[in-house]
C-alpha cells in the first residue's frame, strides 16, 4: 500500500537565505494575485478561462518583461505551482465547490512549493535540504524523514519559517485491531465514545482568550505601522500561534488515541461547514440567532471537529481501519431502549430522558451509541466484501463530507 505523508521540520535559515524567502513568497503572490485579476477581466468579459497552459505562457512574458524582471530572481517551479494553484481554486470555483478565488495578502500563509524531487536533495545525515536558488537549508529534524521526497513547501508562520517534506511510500497492508465504536462530537464534551470514554471540551481559546484581548487591545492603542505598533502585533500573532500549536497537539493526541483502538468508527455526518456558515446573513437577508450562532461558531471552530475527522479519516487507514459517516437524523432524539423518537426525550443539554419508557442517561453518550447502531445498520445494507474492498467509502460517505478517500487508499498526514 502506498502511503503519502508530510513531515514537518523548522528552519534555521541564514539572515540572505531570509530575504530570499521573503522575496519568493512575494513573487509567488505577485503571480497569483496577477493570474486572477486577468482571469476576473476575462470573466467579466464574458471570455474563456485560460488554461494551466495559457497561463504560463503568460508567466514567462511576465519573467522576461522590463517592468517584473525581478520575478526572474525566483525559482520558476514554485511560480508555475502557484499558476497550477489558482487554476484549481478557479475550477472549484466553477464546479460549485469553492468560493471565488481570493487574493493574496502579504504575511497571510506566505509559502511556496517545490514541486520537482529532481531538484531537491535531502541529507538527512547533516540534518539539511536542498532547495534551488536557496542552497543548503539547515532544519531542525526532530525525527527521520521516511520515502521518497515528492515535493518541498516552504512556509512562514509568526516569523518562523518551516519546510514541509512530502514522501511516498510502500508500507504492509496493516490489519486493524480493535472493534467498532461510535462517536458523538459536541460543545460540553469534545468527544463522547459509544464505549462510555470522553474527551474533554477543548478550551485552549478561551484559556488564551484573555490575553489574546489584552495584546489585541494593546495594539489597537498603538499607532499603526510605529515600532512599537509592530512589537504589539507580533504578540498577537505568537498568541495566535500558540493557540494553534496547543489545539493541533490535542487533536492529534485524541485521534490517535481513537484509531489504535477501533477498527470501525462511525461519525455524524454534521455538515461543519452549513452549521458554521455565517451567522449574520447578508443585508437583504439577515441571519437569526446572530448571538447564539456566533457563540455555536466559535466553539465548533474552537473545537476543530473537521480536522479532528480529517485526522481520524486517515489514521484509521493508515491501521487498516475505516471511517464512517451516517446521517445524523434523530441520533440525538431515539430513545435506546424503546426507541421513541422526540425531541422532547432531550430535556437538556447533558441529559436524555425518554418520555415514553423513562429510560435516563448522558445526552451524548446516547448519541454516540446511536451513531453507531445507525453505523452498523448502514453497513448491514452493504456486502461485507465491497466494504472491505474499500468499494462503498464513496456510497457511505457524501462527496462533501470531508471524509472521501481515494481508491488507491493514499492518505496524507501526520502520525
Ligand atoms: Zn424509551
Known amino acids: 500500500m502506498q502511503r503519502l505523508q508530510a513531515f514537518k521540520y523548522a528552519l534555521m535559515p541564514s539572515g540572505e537565505q531570509q530575504r530570499q524567502m521573503r522575496r519568493f513568497a512575494g513573487a509567488c503572490r505577485f503571480v497569483f494575485n496577477r493570474a486572477l485579476a486577468l482571469q476576473k477581466e476575462r470573466y467579466e468579459r464574458d471570455e474563456k478561462k485560460l488554461g494551466y497552459a495559457g497561463l504560463c505562457k503568460r508567466l514567462t512574458e511576465w519573467r522576461n518583461s522590463a517592468d517584473t524582471a525581478w520575478l526572474a530572481?525566483?525559482?520558476?517551479?514554485?511560480?508555475?505551482?502557484?499558476?497550477?494553484d489558482l487554476e484549481r481554486a478557479y475550477s472549484n470555483f466553477f464546479a460549485k465547490r469553492a468560493d471565488f478565488p481570493r487574493f493574496k495578502k502579504k504575511g497571510r500563509s506566505d509559502s511556496f512549493r517545490y514541486p520537482d524531487p529532481k531538484q531537491i536533495k535531502l541529507d538527512q545525515a547533516n540534518s539539511r535540504l536542498f532547495l534551488p536558488k536557496l542552497g543548503w537549508l539547515r532544519l531542525r529534524q526532530s525525527r527521520d524523514v521516511l520515502g521518497t521526497v515528492k515535493n518541498v513547501t516552504v512556509n512562514q508562520s509568526c516569523g518562523v519559517w518551516s519546510v514541509s517534506i512530502q514522501t511516498e511510500r510502500d508500507v504492509e497492508q496493516p490489519v486493524s485491531q480493535g472493534g467498532a465504536v461510535g462517536i458523538d462530537m459536541g460543545i460540553v464534551r469534545f468527544a463522547t465514545l459509544s464505549d462510555g470514554t470522553f474527551y474533554a471540551p477543548l478550551n485552549c481559546f478561551k484559556r488564551h482568550e484573555t490575553a489574546l484581548r489584552r495584546a489585541q487591545r494593546a495594539m489597537s492603542r498603538k499607532t499603526k505601522f510605529s515600532n512599537n505598533w509592530k512589537k504589539a502585533k507580533a504578540r498577537v500573532q505568537r498568541l495566535h500561534a500558540r493557540i494553534g500549536h496547543v489545539r493541533r497537539d490535542y487533536l492529534h493526541k485524541t485521534s490517535t488515541a481513537i484509531?489504535?483502538?477501533?477498527?470501525?468508527?462511525?461519525?455524524?455526518?454534521?455538515?461543519?461547514?452549513?452549521?458554521?456558515?455565517?451567522?449574520a446573513g447578508t443585508t437583504e437577508v439577515p441571519g437569526s440567532d446572530v448571538r447564539a450562532k456566533s457563540g455555536l461558531n466559535k466553539s465548533i471552530l474552537d473545537q476543530g471537529w473537521f480536522e479532528f475527522r480529517r485526522q481520524l479519516d486517515y489514521k484509521l487507514q493508515w491501521r487498516g481501519g475505516h471511517l464512517v459517516a451516517v446521517p445524523p437524523q434523530n441520533t440525538s432524539r431515539t430513545c435506546l431502549c424503546c426507541g421513541h423518537v422526540s425531541a422532547a426525550n432531550r430535556q437538556t443539554q447533558a441529559r436524555f430522558a425518554c418520555v415514553v419508557c423513562g429510560f435516563e442517561d448522558n445526552?451524548?453518550?446516547?448519541g454516540a451509541i446511536n451513531v453507531l447502531r445507525a453505523g452498523h445498520a448502514r453497513l448491514a445494507c452493504v456486502p461485507q466484501g465491497d466494504f472491505l474492498r474499500g468499494k462503498v467509502s464513496g456510497a457511505v460517505m457524501p462527496p462533501a463530507a470531508g471524509t472521501q478517500r481515494s481508491d488507491s487508499s493514499v492518505a496524507q498526514g501526520r502520525a
Do not use: M
Open 73 to 84: 530572481d525566483a525559482p520558476a517551479h514554485p511560480l508555475q505551482q502557484t499558476l497550477k
Open 259 to 279: 484509531s489504535q483502538n477501533h477498527a470501525l468508527v462511525f461519525v455524524e455526518d454534521l455538515q461543519v461547514r452549513n452549521l458554521s456558515r455565517s451567522a
Open 363 to 366: 445526552a451524548d453518550l446516547v
